[in-house]
């Protein structure tokens, strides 16, 4: 493998997740083909910056989003840096690329009218898929939670007595988040038709399958479309607008940046800003109509 090294960082001194890992060594491929094809460079440690901006100029060409070139971009340059600090080369060819302008993207959280909807829904589910289905809702809304972080949640990570639940985060950060008495209640209704499945497999996870495989990516994606599919008109419909639900409906209640910075698990609190446009848009509002000089 071409990129060995480079993906041994990647796991073993960044803790990337698996999915990034493939993600950037795709990038890097398709990079590599691209020096290969238009440039004969047989290897890219030998480029310059040129190579890379008819690349990007390609990119573009072919109508990728310049958000997504930045992405390859951003591969293309953690690449480089992991270059330098092992001494394979001198200086970086994107020591002085700016990234593309992009367009924010302002994503829309659910309302808690159209939460409540979806929590109604599953309200009469008392069989093992409605159960699950109930409690990964409840989980992503009430935590805030990743979807990545959720599939992993392990049985020995919940504590009825701490009433609270151990998720691993990013880069394999640890982290513990309270979790609410009526979500703690449907966890030991679900536990208990769990444990009636005929073959579990994957004993130590939450959240299985009804074969008992623990749960992947495009069924909890799956899940959350559906059932908030029948209840909100939103274009987008993912676990991902859950979280952002959860940080956004927190802080328009008053709640503190930083402690809903440690509740989603980032590590600066830019990260955690992006969810109080929502809230300042409320507030604006709120302002409107209520200020007497209106």
């Not at 992947?216 to 939103?234: D, G, Q």
């Amino acid at each position: 493998m071409p990129f060995s090294s480079f993906k041994d960082y990647l796991e073993l001194e960044k803790k990337y997740s698996p999915h990034t890992v493939v993600a950037y060594l795709k990038d890097l491929d398709g990079f590599q083909q691209f020096a290969s094809e238009e440039f004969q460079y047989e290897n890219i440690l030998d480029v310059n910056y040129s190579v890379i901006r008819s690349w990007i100029v390609s990119l573009v060409d072919a109508d990728i989003s310049n958000r997504t070139v930045n992405r390859k971009i951003s591969s293309l340059k953690t690449y480089y840096k992991f270059l330098l600090k092992t001494g394979q080369i001198q200086v970086s060819p994107l020591a002085k690329h700016k990234a593309l302008k992009t367009s924010k993207k302002i994503q829309v959280p659910f309302s808690e009218n159209e939460i409540v909807n979806v929590m109604e829904l599953l309200q009469g589910s008392d069989d093992f898929e409605g159960l699950r289905d109930r409690l990964v809702v409840e989980l992503f809304y009430s935590t805030g939670i990743r979807r990545a972080e959720l599939i992993n949640i392990k049985i020995d990570g919940i504590s009825f007595a701490q009433k609270t639940i151990k998720v691993l985060g990013k880069r394999n950060k640890e982290r513990i988040i309270p979790l609410l008495p009526a979500v703690l209640d449907t966890i030991r209704a679900y536990m208990s038709v769990r444990d009636e499945l005929e073959n579990i497999i994957d004993d130590e996870y939450l959240f299985l399958t009804a074969k008992g495989l623990k749960v992947y990516e495009t069924l909890v994606y799956r899940i959350i479309n559906v059932y908030f599919s029948k209840a909100s008109e939103k274009v987008k419909k993912s676990p991902h607008i859950l979280r952002h639900s959860f940080a956004t409906h927190l802080l328009n209640e008053g709640a503190d940046i930083n402690s809903v910075k440690e509740l989603l698990g980032h590590s600066s609190l830019a990260s955690t800003q992006v969810y109080t446009q929502n809230s300042i848009a409320k507030l604006k509002e709120v302002y409107k109509n209520s200020h007497p000089r209106n």
